[in-house]
Structures are given as C-alpha cells and as structure tokens.
C-alpha cells in the first residue's frame, strides 16, 4: 500500500508568537493539519466513501538546514481509508494521489487562522509580540493574503519505505554531528544543503550566532514531536488497525511476538542500525547510559 507524503508549513510571521507562545502554536499547527486532512479523507470526492477514517502520522520540524526558525509539519498518510463497513477504500484519483495541494492550503489557513482569532480574543496568547491594534490587523492582513504552503513530496512505496522515511526523520536534531565541519574560538563551520541535486556548501556563523539559533529549536517541555491519528490513533487503532489488516488481506499481528528494535528494523527496513554509519563496517556499542534529568516549567524558546 503507497503512502503520500506532504508538508505543512506555518508563514514566517507567526515566528514572533511562536517564541512566545511555542507550546499553543505546535498543538494547534497539529491540530488544525490532522483536521484538514481528517475532513479531506472523509470526503467522497476524493476517496469514494462518506466518513472514511484515514491512517497517518505528524512530525514536527521547526528548523531550516542553516538552522534559522522554519515551522514545519511532515505528514506520511495511507493512500486509503478505513470504510464503516471495515472495507479499506483506495482514491478516486490514482492509488498514490490523495488531495490537491492548493485546496489543502486553503483549508488549513482558514482552520489556524479561526484557531489563532478565537486564542487573541480569549486572551491565551496575551504576549503576542503582534498582538496589538495595528501590529494584529497588519500581520492578519498579510496572514490572508499569501497561500500557507502544503507541499506534496513524492510518493512513498509500500510500508517499509515509509517506515524508513519516518525512521530518518522522527528523531532528527536541528543539525547532526557530520554536518559540523570545524570549531574554533571564533566561528562554527557547517554544511548545508545547496540545492535539490545533493549539493552542499559550507556556512559559517559566529559561535554565539551559532548557539543561538540552536536553542531556537529547544522544545517545550513534554511536547510530543510525533503524533499518530485515525487508524494509527491509540484510542483506536486495537480495533481499527485490527480491521485495516483483514480488508488489507495482511496477516494478523502476533501479540506474543517478542523481537528487538535492531531486529524490527533489519526485517521491515532491510536496515542494521547497530552498524556505524561511517565506515558500515564496525557495530556501535554502549559505554554508558546517562540519567535523564526533569527540568520544571517550560522552555522560552525565544531568541
């Protein structure tokens, strides 16, 4: 079963509320893209029944690879919908084309916009830096005027091409160890991607820039990066995930099955990730397990 990816951004100028008030911006970004998509899903037009329940996943990314603020949702969706009669439904169009992107966008401006009008008058986000008279009307006015961007990557194959795409972004840092080139007193060297071919330059920022934009991407604390809905839901998926595996004609999961993450992996995803990522040949071992440490309050994300 193909899986669609697609990207759901937040404009540019709604990254002054977000160092605010970063806590309500994520849960309402995640909850006005699993909305939209939700709705799209049980439309008829696009998947041939009425109140279909769809299977997808969210994960968060708030940066850009030179680490400026860039709020971002990826979604992987099942190309398909579970039906009321545990039939799974597959598109109208194409099995691998799920929704128009342009009527995607407008959906989703107009949820977050009612999301973020309902917030200011209610007083929930009382520090908007823009919350103001003619600051509020100003960033309304160029809020409705561009097209909020939803772009629909290529599609993704059968499940364990998703599950290794998902996999690589899931548990992503605003920028890995190899992207770092050199450190000295002055500056940090890395590379960032030059354009879709796979090229790549080097950017230099001094360290305390460096350091600052990193800490742009500290999340709240308890913040969910990834969130699972319709069939993948918790509240559900025993019984409808359970239905999908029947009108999908996959075998029964085995809940006495015991198996390890690297075996997950290396079954579903062809993938050994004991294996170092350099020189894929020598295998990562553990010299030491670091306690977590709770921190109280939330993280000020702002710069």
């Known amino acids: 079963m193909p899986s669609a990816h697609l990207v759901f951004t937040l404009p540019h100028s709604l990254n002054g509320l977000y160092g605010m008030h970063p806590r309500w911006v994520i ?19 696009w998947m041939g029944v009425a109140d279909g329940t769809p299977a997808f996943s969210l994960v968060l990314h708030t940066w850009t690879q030179d680490l400026q603020r860039h709020i971002h949702l990826h979604a992987v969706m099942a190309c398909g919908v579970l039906d009321q009669a545990g039939q799974w439904s597959l598109p ?5 084309f799920l929704f128009p992107v342009h009527a995607l966008s407008k959906v989703f401006r107009g949820k977050f916009m009612q999301a973020l009008a309902r917030a200011h008058h209610k007083g929930a986000i009382e520090r908007d830096p823009q919350g103001q008279n003619a600051a509020w009307q100003t960033r309304q006015q160029q809020l409705y005027k561009h097209d ?5 990557k290529t599609p993704l194959g059968g499940p364990a091409q998703a599950l290794e795409y998902l996999s690589r972004y899931t548990h992503r840092t605003a920028i890995s160890n190899e992207r770092i ?18 090229g790549k330059r080097l950017e230099r920022l001094p360290g305390e820039e460096f350091v600052r934009r990193f800490m742009l991407h500290v999340l709240p604390t308890g913040i969910k ?28 999961a085995n809940p006495q099955a015991m198996e390890s993450a690297q075996g997950f992996m290396a079954r579903v ?7 170092c990522p350099c020189c894929k040949v020598g295998r990562l071992q553990v ?7 709770a921190l109280a309050g939330e993280h000020n994300t702002s710069a």
Request: aromatic share 8%.
């Open 27 to 45: 849960d309402t970004l995640f909850a006005c893209t699993a909305q939209t998509l939700s709705e799209f899903a049980a439309n008829p037009k």
């Open 92 to 96: 109208t169009r194409k099995s691998y």
């Open 148 to 152: 909020w961007v939803v772009y629909a």
């Open 181 to 198: 080139r050199a450190i000295n007193t002055d500056e940090v060297a890395f590379t960032v991607r030059a354009n879709d071919k796979g």
């Open 225 to 252: 990066r990834i969130r699972h809905y319709g069939v993948l839901a918790s509240s559900c998926k025993g019984v409808k995930l359970n239905a999908a595996r029947r009108a999908l004609q996959m075998p029964a």
């Open 269 to 275: 995803a062809k993938m050994e990730v004991g294996l």
């Open 287 to 293: 010299t030491a397990v670091l306690p977590g440490q």
